[in-house]
């Protein structure tokens, strides 16, 4: 299973509402997470079936979808969500990564 | 605190082994997955392949089956990472992680083990 993210990098502001998608090339269901990395840091798990908060992430960060079509949206960008952002498919293995979306500041 | 605690960084020549480490603390070792991703120098996430320590069930991504080999031993909370003859195109970080189940996350993260392919 292939997952296309888009934008591959978008500049925003402190404060900018951010919408990253991702497409599965097919049917995944909610079988989906999102991940934070931070320039030589580990991948830190955001999001699990598609809309699931880990424990312990802020609330402005929520994801939805299902099937084919995702979304990970940031309310109100801070300082420290300046990273590059992955979405990973985990309905059958491999369980793949889409390419990453950076956010970088305007 | 769960943790999970990766071996140092490797330099290598090619056609050399390795043999990575991924050592877990804080939790119950065999309940939970663990996965091996790589990243190149400057690249994106790819996922290697997953074992579960407790029957050793292990599946591996086309793209590493046959060219690296996962292990356990639950004696001691350690799941490693192994190469018989190393590349240069093996130069990449590796990290491991865990999942409660393969469809829920990696949701604890080694920091990274750096390894180095040159001759």
């Known amino acids: 299973i292939q997952l296309t993210q888009s934008p591959s990098s978008l500049s925003a502001s402190v404060g900018d509402r951010v919408t990253i998608t991702c497409r599965a090339s097919q049917g995944i269901s909610s079988y989906l997470a999102w991940y934070q990395q931070k320039p030589g840091k580990a991948p830190k798990l955001l999001i699990y079936?598609?809309?699931t908060l880990q424990s312990g992430v802020p609330s402005r960060f929520s994801g939805s979808g299902s099937g084919t079509d995702f979304t990970l949206t940031i309310t109100s960008l801070q300082p420290e969500d300046f990273a590059t952002y992955y979405c990973?498919?985990?309905?059958?293995?491999?369980?793949?990564f889409g390419g990453g979306t950076k956010v970088e500041i305007k | 605190e769960v943790q999970l605690v990766q071996s140092g960084e490797e330099v290598k020549k090619p056609g050399e082994s390795l043999k990575m480490s991924c050592k877990g603390s804080?939790?119950?070792?065999?309940?939970?997955?663990i996965g091996w991703v790589r990243q190149m120098p400057g690249k994106g996430l790819e996922w290697m392949g997953i074992i579960y320590p407790g029957d050793s069930d292990t599946r591996y991504s086309p793209s590493f089956q046959g060219q690296v080999t996962m292990s356990v031993d639950k004696s001691i909370n350690t799941a490693y990472l192994q190469w018989s003859s190393l590349k240069a195109s093996d130069t990449a970080m590796y990290y491991c992680a865990r999942a409660l189940k393969y469809y829920s996350g990696m949701d604890v993260w080694g920091q990274g083990t750096t390894v180095t392919v040159s001759s």
């Open positions: 079936a598609a809309s």
């Open positions: 990973q498919q985990l309905n059958s293995f491999p369980l793949t």
């Open positions: 804080g939790y119950s070792f065999t309940s939970y997955w």
